[in-house]
C-alpha cells in the first residue's frame, strides 16, 4: 500500500501534465472555457496564466520533511512551474533555471535578463518571461531550441503574461496591454488603459482582466482590446485579479476584497479588513483563503463571502497562500512556512527557514518546492517515503 | 638619529590616519576637540522580547518595559505597512534621560538637544532616551522603527536583484515617511512651520528641497508631502518606491516611474494645493506683527520673563542669537521695523562647564522682584538651578538635587522665596517641585509617570497650575492644565480636551490665567477668568480665546499693566512680542468654554509588555563585532607595492574599540616579515577615564628629506589616559615604548630604547561655521620627553603650544589668530617640517623643518556667496556657503640659528563640500616683511579653517 502511494502520484501527476501538453500542442485553439477543475490543473502545471487561483487539486501527503535544499544565483519568481518532470523558474535578477524536479538537479541556468518580479508564463514549451529592464519588456525563451525566439522592446513589465491560442496578452508597467502573435512577436492589437499595470492579468470566459494601480478593474475583449466594462474600486490592487467559475475576487491595498460578476463588473460581495493586503486571494471555487498583512490568514465561503475560520501565522504572507485539497500552505516573511488544514486553519506543520519564503508552494508529485531568500530553492517530501 | 617618532612613508601615513580617525580616543588625546564626559555608571541589562534586544539600566526598568510593549507594538504595525519582516534582533538601547543619552559611545559625535534618537546603521542599534514624556517615547521608538524597516527593506530589494545598492531615497523622504509612519498626528509645530513658510512666500518643493537640507522645515514638509503622496496618488506608492529603487540610479526616477510625474510636475500640482490650503486663513486671521509689538526679532528667542528694576521695565530671555544659546535681557519697549537691537548678553551659555545647556525650547526663566533669575542649566552629569542677581551681575547660588537629572521651568512664588520647578528623575519620570532657597529644602509635590511641565505658582502661594498629560486625553497625545492645591494635594482640571494646553501663567492679581492651546490647530493664547474662584467654588470655568493670529504663540507672560509678552514664530523667526492692551480685549474675545470640568478621577496609564513577550532578562556581557572593514593596496614606484588592512571591533555599547592594523610592505618574498606591520589598540570609553593601550610593529623602508631612505624597525606599546575635567577641558597622558632599528643603507645604523613620555592640557569651546571655527577658543599645550634609556642616545624634551581665538565681528564674520609653536631641545632632537596650507600658507608643503618653529596666523573670515547654482542640459547643481578670507601668516622654522621671519599674506576661498569636507583656495604672495616677492602663488588644498 505505502509502495503503491509512492509511485502512483507522480505517474497521475505526470500523466496529467502531458495529457496537458498534449492539448496545448496538439489543439489549434486550446480551449480555455473548460471546465474549472481542468482550467486549475493546467494553469498550475503548465501556465499559471489564466485564472491565478493557486489552487492545485491534490491531496499532499502529510506529514512533510525537509528533502532538499538548493542554493540559486538569485531569488526566484512568486510563481515556479514545472512540466514533464522539469522545474522551471525565472529568478529576480533575471535568470532561468530548469531543473530535473525529481532531484533537483541543476540541469541548466541562463541569464535572460536584467530581472524582473514576474514569473514566466509557459505555453507549448515557450517561455514568456517579462522582465523590468526598460529596454525589454517581453523575452520569448523556446525550451526545446534553448534560445530566445523574439523580444518585446520597451514595455517592462510586472505582470506573468496571458497566452491564448496564437496570442500573447503582455501588459506594460505603464498601462499598455498588448496583444502579440506567440510566434513572431507582431502586434495584433495595443490599449492602454490609463493607469499604471503592476500585476498580473487574468484570463476567464474568453476575456482578459486588468487590476490597474489606481483601483480600476477592467475588463478587455482580448480579441480587439476594447474594453468591455471597467469598475473603480477606489484603491490600488493587491496582486492580480483571480478568476473562478464566474466571478472575479480582487484585493485592494487598503484592505477590501470584492466578489465581482465577470459579466458586468456588478459587486456581488465585499469584506473588508483594518490592515493592509498585500497579495491576492486564493480560492478553488469554494473556500477563499486570504492572507492579511497582520499575519493572519482567513478562510471564507466562496459562494457568499461567509467566514469559516481564521488563524494566526507566523508573520505575514510573503506570497499567495496555495489551496489543496487537505491543506493551504503559505510562507511568511518572518521565515516560516506553514500548512493549515483547509478545514478549520489549525496548523498542522511549520517549518523555520533560514529567510523569507517568497514563492507559492509548488507540488509535484509528492514533493513541494518553495523559494526562500535570498537564493534558494527548499523541497519537502511525505514523511512517509 | 635616534627618532622615535618620524615620518612615514604614504602608505603608512594613510593607515595611520585612518586608524586615528576611527579612534575618539586618540582624537581627543592629540590636539582639539570637546569631550563626552562619561559622568554616569550605567548597570546595563538586557531584555529579549520577541524582536527586540532591549538594553536599560535597573533606575528605568519601569519605563524599558513600557517601550518595550511600545516597540513591539511598533514593529507589528509596521511589518504591515512596509510588507516586510525584520528578522534580526533589533538593539533598543535606552536611556531615562536626555542628559544621560547624551553620554552614549554609540556614536562618537555629540548629540544637541533637539535630537529625540537616533538609528545607527553599522550594527542596527536604535538609541534614544524617554525624558519624561512616554507618549513622546513612544512616537520616537516609531519613528526610529520606521528607519530600521526602511533600511531593511530597501537591502531586501536591493539583494532580491542581485545588487548592493542603487537609488536610495533623499532625506525629505527617509524622515517624512519616518514622521508619516510614526503615529506621530499632523501637529500644531507641523502646521506652524509648513503655514509660516507658506504664507510668507519661502516654501520650497521638490526641486528646491536641497535648499532646506537637514532643517526642520525639511522634515516638516517632507511629513506633508508623504502625507500628499499617500492622499492623491494612494499609500501603495509610498512602499512601491522603495521596491523599485533597484532599478535606478536616483530617486526622481522612482518617483516618476511610480507616480508618473517628475518633480517639477509634483511640485506644480503640490505648491498650488499648500496655497488652496493656507491662504483662505487670512480672511480671519492675522500676521503678528500687524497687530502686535516687536520687543525681540534677529536669532532664536524664546521664553520671555518680564521684571522692572529701578523702575524700568525690562524683559529677560533665552535665546540662540549668536551661536551659542545664551540668556539675554533687554529693556522692554517696542522697537521699529529697521531698527537695531540692544540686547546684553547675561549669561553665555555652552561654552563654561557651568553653563553647558540652558535648554531653550523647554525650560522657562524667571525674575523675581529683587531682581534675581532663576534659571537652569545642564552643568556636568545633571542640570543644575542657578539664582543670578541681575544687579550684580553674578551667579548667588547654584544647587544640585539627588535623583533629579533634569530640571525645567522654575519659577518664582510672589514672595520671592520659593521656586517651583519640573524635575526629571533618574528613572525618568517628571514631577512637580518646590525649593525653598533660603532653607534649601526640596519638596516634591507630585509622583507619578505623568509629564508635569511649566509650573507656576499662583500670586498667593497656595496654588500651582501646571500642564500635563494626566487628562483623560493624554493617550491621545494631549496636555491640559491644572490645577494643584499644594496643601491638599488635590489636583483640578482647569481645561479639558484633546489639545495640548502648556505654558499657564496667572496674571500679578491672580485674576487670569493665561496659557497657549492649539485647540484651534495653531498654537493661540487663552485665558481663563478667575481659576482659583471657579476651582474653589465648583463654577463654570470662563475661557476665552484672545488671539487669531497666523503664526504661532509660546510661552505667554505678563506685564504688571495687563499687557502681554509672548514669543511668536513667524517669518521663519523665532521673536518675542508685546500686546500692551491685552487685557482689554477681552470684550471682543470669544468665549469658547463656560462648563464644568469634570473632576480628575481616574488615571490612565501605558501597560508594559506582556509577560509572554518577554524571553528573559540578564547583565549585558561585552560581545565585539566587526564595525569596519577596509583592505587597501598602494602601487609606489619607488617603494613598490604595499597592502594591508585594517579592522574596528566594538561591544554593542560602543565602550570598548579594538583597532587592528595589517600591511605589508615588501618588494620580495623574503622581505615579507622583514616588512610585517601590525598594530593592535583597545581603546576604553566606557568611564570617565578614558584610556586606550596597544602594541605595534612597523617596519620597512621610508623616506624623508633630511634622512632621506632608511630602513626602520619599532616594535613597542603605549598608554595614553585621558580624564575629562569637563565638556570643553582635558589633561592627557601619553606614554610609549619602544625599541628601534634604523638602518641609513649608507653604513649608517642605530638601535635605540625609547621610552616618551607627553602629557597635554586642551581645551576648546570654539564655535564652528560651515568652514572652521567662528567663535570661543581652544588651545593645547604638551610637554614631554623622549629619551634612550638603555644606550642614552636620545635624550629630549618637547613643548608644543598652540593657541587659538576667534572673536565674533558680526553673525557671520570673525577674526581668527592663532599662535603656535613647537620647541625641541635635546640630544637628537626632532625635526619638525613645515609650510604648506595647513601652517604658513603659499610656501611649498614641508618646505621648511627644523627642532623648533614658530607661526603667527590672522585671518578674518566673512560669506562671500550664500548660494550659487548652476545648471546643465543635463541637470543643475548648487553650491552654497561659499566663505572668505583675508589671511596674514608669519614664522619659520629653525635648527639652532634662527634664521628670520618669512610671511605671507593673501585672499582665500572656502568651500563646503557636503559637510565633511573644506576645499580651500588661497592666493597671495610671500614676504619677508621687508619686501614682497613679485609671483603670485596659489594654493589648493582641502582641510577646515584653523
Given amino acids: 500500500m505505502r509502495i503503491y502511494r509512492i509511485n502512483i502520484r507522480p505517474i497521475i501527476v505526470n500523466l496529467l501534465v502531458l495529457c496537458s501538453l498534449w492539448t496545448f500542442g496538439s489543439c489549434a485553439k486550446p480551449r480555455l472555457d473548460m471546465n474549472p477543475q481542468q482550467v486549475q490543473s493546467v494553469a498550475y502545471t503548465g501556465a499559471v496564466n489564466y485564472g491565478r487561483q493557486n489552487y492545485i487539486p491534490l491531496t499532499i501527503p502529510l506529514p512533510l520533511k525537509k528533502t532538499d535544499d538548493r542554493s540559486l544565483k538569485g531569488l526566484p519568481t512568486a510563481n515556479l512551474l514545472q512540466v514533464n518532470g522539469h522545474l522551471f523558474f525565472s529568478t529576480q535578477n533575471g535568470y532561468l533555471y530548469l531543473m530535473q524536479a525529481s532531484d533537483i538537479y541543476e540541469e541548466t541556468n541562463t541569464r535572460i535578463s536584467k530581472g524582473g518580479q514576474a514569473c514566466p508564463t509557459l505555453y507549448r514549451l515557450k517561455l514568456f518571461i517579462p522582465s523590468e529592464e526598460e529596454r525589454t519588456g517581453l523575452y520569448v525563451y523556446n525550451l526545446k531550441e534553448g534560445n530566445i525566439e523574439w523580444q518585446l522592446e520597451g514595455q517592462p513589465s510586472l505582470a506573468s503574461p496571458v497566452v491564448n491560442d496564437s496570442a500573447i496578452f503582455h501588459a506594460g508597467i505603464h498601462g499598455d496591454i498588448f496583444s502579440l502573435n506567440t510566434e513572431t512577436g507582431e502586434m495584433y492589437w495595443h490599449t492602454n488603459i490609463g493607469e499604471n499595470l503592476r500585476a498580473s492579468l487574468a484570463f476567464g470566459k474568453g476575456r482578459l482582466y486588468a487590476g490597474g494601480d489606481e483601483g480600476t478593474l477592467r475588463c478587455i475583449n482580448p480579441t480587439d482590446g476594447s474594453l468591455i466594462w471597467d469598475r473603480p474600486l477606489n484603491a490600488a490592487l493587491s496582486g492580480s485579479p483571480v478568476f473562478c467559475r464566474d466571478r472575479l475576487l480582487a484585493a485592494t491595498y487598503t484592505g477590501t476584497v470584492y466578489s465581482i460578476d465577470y459579466l458586468n463588473g456588478d459587486i456581488l460581495n465585499s469584506m473588508s479588513f483594518d490592515v493592509p493586503l498585500y497579495t491576492q486571494a486564493s480560492t478553488d471555487g469554494r473556500i477563499i483563503v486570504i492572507p492579511l498583512s497582520d499575519g493572519r490568514i482567513q478562510a471564507y465561503r466562496f459562494e457568499n463571502l461567509n467566514p469559516l475560520w481564521s488563524a494566526d501565522i507566523p508573520g505575514p504572507a510573503g506570497a499567495p497562500a496555495l489551496i489543496t485539497d487537505n491543506c493551504i500552505m503559505v510562507g511568511t516573511t518572518r521565515k516560516h512556512f506553514t500548512i493549515l488544514d483547509r478545514n478549520d486553519g489549525r496548523i498542522i506543520q511549520d517549518f523555520e527557514l533560514e529567510g523569507r519564503p517568497r514563492s507559492t508552494a509548488l507540488v509535484f508529485g509528492n514533493k513541494v518546492f518553495l523559494s526562500y531568500e535570498y537564493k534558494n530553492l527548499i523541497v519537502y517530501a511525505s514523511e512517509k517515503d | ?946
Fill in chain 2, 1 to 946: 638619529m635616534r627618532r622615535f617618532s618620524h615620518r612615514l612613508n604614504s602608505a603608512t601615513t594613510s593607515f595611520i590616519l585612518l586608524i586615528l580617525c576611527f579612534s575618539t580616543l586618540f582624537g581627543q588625546g592629540f590636539h582639539f576637540g570637546r569631550n563626552k564626559v562619561q559622568y554616569t555608571h550605567f548597570d546595563w541589562q538586557i531584555m529579549e522580547t520577541t524582536h527586540f534586544d532591549i538594553y536599560f539600566y535597573p533606575e528605568m526598568k519601569d519605563i524599558a518595559e513600557i517601550g518595550a510593549r511600545f516597540a513591539e507594538d511598533s514593529y507589528s504595525y509596521l511589518e504591515t505597512k512596509f510588507n516586510h519582516s525584520v528578522n534580526r534582533r533589533i538593539p533598543l538601547i535606552f536611556y531615562s534621560t536626555h542628559l544621560f543619552f547624551q553620554q552614549t559611545n554609540i556614536t562618537p559625535g555629540f548629540i544637541p538637544e533637539g535630537v529625540g534618537g537616533f538609528f545607527e546603521f553599522i550594527k542596527g542599534r536604535v538609541v534614544l532616551p524617554s525624558n519624561g514624556d512616554l507618549k513622546q517615547f513612544k512616537r520616537v521608538i516609531q519613528h526610529e522603527l520606521v528607519h530600521v524597516f526602511m533600511h531593511s527593506k530597501i537591502n531586501n530589494v536591493y539583494a532580491s536583484h542581485d545588487q548592493i545598492d542603487g537609488a536610495y531615497p533623499p532625506l525629505w523622504f527617509v524622515e517624512g515617511l519616518a514622521e508619516y509612519w510614526s503615529g506621530a498626528k499632523w501637529d500644531a509645530k507641523a502646521e506652524m512651520v509648513l503655514k509660516d513658510a507658506v504664507l510668507n512666500n519661502y516654501v520650497v518643493g521638490l526641486v528646491e528641497m536641497r535648499r532646506i537640507y537637514g532643517t526642520f522645515t525639511m522634515y516638516k514638509i517632507g511629513q506633508d508631502i508623504v502625507g500628499y503622496i499617500a492622499k492623491e496618488y494612494g499609500e501603495d506608492k509610498l512602499l512601491k518606491l522603495l521596491e523599485v529603487l533597484w532599478k535606478y540610479n536616483y530617486f526622481e526616477q522612482c518617483f516618476q516611474d511610480i507616480l508618473g510625474v517628475s518633480y517639477r510636475e509634483f511640485d506644480k500640482h503640490y505648491l498650488y494645493h499648500l496655497k488652496k490650503r493656507y491662504y483662505p486663513l487670512l480672511a480671519r486671521e492675522d500676521f503678528n506683527d500687524q497687530v502686535s509689538e516687536t520687543v525681540v526679532r534677529d536669532g532664536y528667542n524664546f521664553k520671555p520673563a518680564y521684571f522692572k528694576m529701578d523702575g524700568q521695565e525690562y524683559i529677560a530671555f533665552v535665546g540662540n542669537r549668536t551661536g551659542y544659546s545664551s540668556i539675554f535681557m533687554k529693556p522692554l519697549r517696542p522697537m521699529r521695523i529697521d531698527e537695531e537691537e540692544e540686547v546684553e548678553t547675561l549669561l553665555q551659555g555652552e561654552s563654561s562647564s557651568d553653563f553647558e545647556a540652558f535648554h531653550i525650547f523647554d525650560s522657562k526663566i524667571d525674575v523675581n522682584a529683587d531682581g534675581q533669575l532663576v534659571f537652569t542649566s545642564k552643568s556636568g552629569e545633571t542640570d543644575a538651578l542657578y539664582i543670578y542677581d541681575i544687579r550684580q551681575r553674578r551667579v548667588i547660588a547654584k544647587h544640585y538635587f539627588d535623583r533629579l537629572v533634569g530640571l525645567f521651568s522654575p519659577s518664582w512664588s510672589a514672595d520671592g522665596k520659593e521656586i517651583v520647578f519640573s524635575g526629571l528623575d533618574v528613572s525618568g519620570y517628571k514631577d512637580i517641585y518646590i525649593f525653598r532657597p533660603q532653607e534649601e529644602e526640596l519638596i516634591q509635590l507630585t509622583d507619578d509617570f505623568y509629564n508635569d511641565e511649566n509650573p507656576v505658582f499662583s500670586p498667593d502661594g497656595n496654588f500651582i497650575a501646571f500642564s500635563s498629560d494626566r487628562t483623560d486625553y493624554g493617550p491621545q497625545g494631549a496636555q491640559n492644565i491644572f490645577l494643584l492645591n499644594r496643601n491638599s494635594g488635590d489636583i483640578f482640571y482647569l481645561t479639558f480636551g484633546n489639545q495640548s494646553d502648556q505654558s499657564p501663567v496667572f496674571s500679578p492679581d491672580g485674576r487670569y490665567l493665561a496659557y497657549t492651546s492649539d485647540k484651534t490647530g495653531t498654537y493661540n493664547i487663552f485665558i481663563i477668568n478667575k481659576p482659583l474662584q471657579a476651582v474653589l467654588k465648583q463654577e463654570p470655568i470662563k475661557t476665552y480665546q484672545m488671539t487669531r493670529y497666523v503664526g504661532t504663540t509660546f510661552d505667554p507672560e505678563w506685564t504688571e499693566t495687563g499687557g502681554l509678552l509672548f514669543g511668536t514664530f513667524e517669518s521663519g523667526r523665532f521673536q518675542i512680542r508685546l500686546d500692551p492692551d491685552f487685557l482689554q480685549k477681552q470684550d471682543k474675545a470669544q468665549i469658547i468654554a463656560t462648563t464644568h470640568i469634570p473632576i480628575l478621577e481616574e488615571h490612565w496609564s501605558f501597560a508594559k509588555i506582556d509577560a509572554s513577550r518577554v524571553r528573559g532578562f540578564h547583565p549585558y556581557q561585552r560581545n565585539y563585532t566587526l564595525d569596519f572593514a577596509q583592505g587597501q593596496v598602494l602601487q609606489d614606484p619607488v617603494f613598490g607595492t604595499t597592502g594591508g588592512a585594517q579592522f574596528v571591533f566594538t561591544d554593542m555599547l560602543g565602550n570598548d574599540q579594538y583597532y587592528v592594523l595589517v600591511y605589508n610592505n615588501a618588494r620580495t618574498t623574503s622581505d615579507f616579515w622583514k616588512s610585517f606591520n601590525l598594530g593592535l589598540t583597545k581603546v576604553s570609553l566606557g568611564d570617565r577615564l578614558n584610556y586606550s593601550y596597544g602594541v605595534f610593529r612597523f617596519a620597512g623602508f621610508y623616506y624623508n628629506p633630511q634622512d632621506l631612505y632608511y630602513y626602520e624597525e619599532r616594535v613597542g606599546g603605549n598608554f595614553v589616559f585621558s580624564y575629562p575635567l569637563s565638556q570643553f577641558t582635558r589633561v592627557s597622558l601619553n606614554q610609549s615604548f619602544s625599541y628601534s632599528d634604523k638602518d641609513w643603507l649608507i653604513d649608517k645604523s642605530r638601535i635605540a630604547y625609547l621610552n616618551s613620555s607627553f602629557v597635554s592640557f586642551v581645551h576648546d569651546n570654539s564655535l564652528w561655521g560651515p568652514t572652521g571655527p567662528m567663535d570661543g577658543g581652544r588651545f593645547n599645550i604638551t610637554l614631554g620627553n623622549t629619551y634612550d634609556f638603555v644606550f642614552s642616545r636620545v635624550n629630549y624634551f618637547t613643548v608644543f603650544v598652540d593657541l587659538r581665538q576667534y572673536f565674533r565681528l558680526s553673525q557671520r564674520s570673525a577674526y581668527a589668530v592663532r599662535l603656535f609653536t613647537l620647541y625641541n631641545q635635546g640630544k637628537e632632537a626632532r625635526q619638525y617640517y613645515f609650510g604648506g596650507s595647513w601652517d604658513l600658507r603659499l610656501y611649498p608643503r614641508w618646505s621648511m623643518h627644523g627642532e623648533r618653529l614658530f607661526l603667527i596666523s590672522q585671518e578674518l573670515r566673512f560669506p562671500l556667496i550664500d548660494l550659487i547654482g548652476i545648471r546643465f542640459p543635463f541637470g543643475s547643481f548648487g553650491l552654497q556657503g561659499i566663505r572668505g578670507a583675508l589671511f596674514v601668516d608669519a614664522g619659520n622654522a629653525w635648527n639652532d640659528v634662527w634664521t628670520g621671519i618669512k610671511g605671507s599674506f593673501g585672499l582665500g576661498i572656502r568651500l563646503n563640500l557636503g559637510g565633511a569636507l573644506v576645499l580651500r583656495w588661497d592666493i597671495g604672495r610671500l614676504t619677508d616683511f621687508r619686501r614682497i616677492s613679485n609671483n603670485t602663488i596659489t594654493q589648493f588644498f582641502f582641510g577646515w579653517d584653523f
